[in-house]
Every structure is written in structure tokens, then in C-alpha cells.
């Protein structure tokens, strides 16, 4: 499969010249199978310059929404396909307790937050409210489950035919509570089972190791958490992603250095630099 | 190597490591999955050193009898009927932990209940009175 990112920014779209290289659209990642089968990982700003390269003659595109965070969503009323009549759009996402996803979409795909109302869209648009469960979509077999995270929130898991495993954690606080972290086995570390093992994975680093106290109970993880989880997970490859907002290019050059030197992961890692593809 | 827990118990483990009040955390068979450091007087060993234990293992470490000091049933006690009722149950009893004292207790035990009403598992505290 073919992943790239489209937008690797946490929080809030953050244009501007010291944002250039990481890039400053919200969280969404594309992929692409062999047979031609085209996810979408989440709807964040990134999910329009996405949309520009959907050939026309594609009949099914699948987004696969993490949760329902507003830098998850924002980019979904300017996805292309929703306006075409040729093409299926499947929604799949987490409802909550007493909604179900089409109905908490709707919140912002409505008026007045949105001048086009959901049933007004003249694509075949199909909602799928999931939680942990696995399902085929194309040609990929996609294991999701509810993760630490404010609100529902899924992390997901997307295995190729041919092979290849990539795992999306986009928003994620696995050390929330953890007197020390990492100190639980993975099976008893929130997305540890999705991770396991995995050829990709995009996770959560929004924060330095000294920011990330004072946002605990946020929903997102430092960069030596994530590497941590990286290597209690046995990944192969990890990818900080969810950049804050106030990060600069500099920054986070400096900040992912520093904590690749403080956790010494056994592993590569590949910051989330939009544009950045990767063949599994 | 256990099996991938939901993140409602892996919420609720973190809970109850940072609480004072014993808690004793079931999967759906009965499987006491974990247990607080406060617990472990109750269950005279430590989770580490125990791990996993399946119900008739447990609930063989502590005994349990009504306010008359009647045994209470297996069957009857407050984890098995949160499990099988898949209700709340609380009932004061007096308990007794290997060979000491009897000591009257508060125990309330209640299912854990998920997303599209998934039934997890149960968890149970108990209160000295």
C-alpha cells in the first residue's frame, strides 16, 4: 500500500513561512491499495489537496474518522467527491452514547457552521457507526478500537494482502494515569494491540517531554511517550504526528531529535512532514 | 501473554491504581483481571506475583457471610450476581480474610458496561464499616 500525509497538524490548521516543511493542514492521511482501493484517514484541512488527486473515474472512496475533534472533521464539508453524483462515500466513524455519527456530524454540516446541509450532497453519501471491530474494506482488512483519548476516539489498523501493516494513532494518551510509562504489558496499554507489531505507525506527538504535565488529560501523548509506545509496541517504523500548533519547522526538528536521543528507539523514525509518502 | 483489553478496563485499572479503597476488576467469565494494591490484603498476594485468576480461585481467598453470619453462596455473592444479573449489586456482609478477624464490610460490585452496550466484565470495591 501507498500512505501519504496530507496533513500531520494537531489541533488547529497553522499556515505560515515557519510552518513550511512540517506544513500546517489538520490530520489526514490517504491510502492507496494495489487494486485500487483509496482510504482516507480522518478529514482534517489536508483532506483537500487529497481530494485534487481522486481520478475522476474512482467509484468508492472510504474516510475513516478517528473521532469527531473539530481538526478531524474541518476539511470534510471541501472533500470534492462529496459533490459528485458518480461516486460512493463511505463514513465510517465512532457514534457516541446517545448519537449515532451521521447525527453528530451533522452538528457542523449544517447551518450556520456549513452552508450545505448533509442531505443536500448529491453523492451516495454512507454512514458506518463503529467502534472496536473488524471489518474488509476493498482489498484491506481495518481492525479499529476505542482508544485514550477524550470521547469516543478510534485508532485503526490496516493491513494489506500483500503484507504490509500501518496503524493509525493520531490522537492518543496511552500514558494517561500510568504512574510510569511504559510499565504494562501492551495488551493492557491502550492501543497497544493495533500497534502491535506494525510496519507504520503514525501516532500522537503533540507535545515535549516538559509540556506534556501540563496538558495531562488532553488526549495527547509527548514525543518520548510515543517513542516509548513505539518501542513497547515493536514497531518497525514510527511516525510523529499531531504536531502542536506551535511548533516551528525548528522546533520539531530540534524537539524529535531531542527525544530520539532521550528513548533511543530500536527502530526508524520519520517525522510527519506533509508530502512525506511511504510504500509498505 | 493476556489477552488485548477494551479501554474501558484499561481506564479502570489505571483508576483503581491510583485509589485507596480496594477494587477487584472481572472480564465477563469471572476472570479477576486485576486488583489493586489495597486488595491484595484481601486477597493475602500481590497482583504481580499472582497475575490472572479464574473465580473459583479467588473467591476461595476471602469468605463471605450475611449479617446472621450465614456463609453466602458462590452463586449469591455480589461479584456473581453483578455478572449474571449484569446489575449493580451492593450488599453489607462480614468478611473474612485467611485466618483473621471477621470484619463487617460494604461491598457493591457493578458491570462494566461498553460502547453498543458491550458487556466487559464487572468491577467491585469494598467499603470497612
Known sequence: MQVTLWGTRGSLATP?????????????????????????????????????????????????LTHLHMDHIQGLGF?????????????????????????RLMRYLSPPLFP????????????????????????????????????????????????????????????????????????????????????LLIHDGQYSATEYPGHCGWGHSSLNQTLDFGTLTEVKQLVPFHHDPDHTDTDLDRLIAQAIDQTKPGYQVTPGIEGTIFEL | MSSPKPIQLILARQLASSLATPILIVDTDGTLIFYNEPAEVILDQRFDETGEMPADVWSARFALADEAHTPIAQEDRPMMMALSERKPYSRTVWMQCGHRE??????????????????????????EI
Open chain 1, 16 to 64: 505560515g513561512p515557519e510552518m513550511a516543511r512540517y506544513g500546517g493542514n489538520t490530520s489526514c492521511v490517504g491510502v492507496l491499495g494495489r487494486e485500487g482501493t483509496v482510504l482516507v484517514l480522518d478529514a482534517g484541512t489536508g483532506i483537500r489537496p487529497l481530494a485534487a488527486t481522486i481520478p475522476e473515474s474512482l467509484r468508492r472512496v472510504d474516510i475513516l
Open chain 1, 79 to 103: 472533500f470534492a467527491p462529496l459533490y459528485r453524483a458518480d461516486i460512493e462515500v463511505h463514513i465510517w466513524g465512532p457514534g457516541s452514547a446517545t448519537l449515532r455519527l451521521q447525527a
Open chain 1, 116 to 199: 450545505v446541509n448533509l442531505s443536500e450532497l448529491p453523492c451516495k453519501l454512507i454512514f458506518h457507526d463503529i467502534s472496536s471491530r473488524e471489518l474488509d474494506i476493498g482489498e484491506f482488512h481495518v481492525c479499529s478500537a476505542l482508544v485514550c483519548h477524550p470521547g469516543p476516539t478510534l485508532g485503526y489498523r490496516i493491513a494489506a494482502p500483500e503484507g504490509g501493516i500501518l496503524t493509525y494513532l493520531p490522537d492518543h494518551e496511552p500514558a494517561l494515569g500510568a504512574l510510569r510509562f511504559p510499565s504494562l504489558p501492551r495488551e493492557w496499554t491502550s492501543g497497544g494491540a493495533l500497534a502491535a507489531d506494525a510496519d
Open chain 2, 102 to 127: 471477621w470484619l463487617n464490610v460494604n461491598i457493591t460490585a457493578f458491570p462494566l458496561i461498553g460502547e453498543e452496550r458491550q458487556f466487559l466484565g464487572a468491577q467491585m470495591i469494598f467499603w
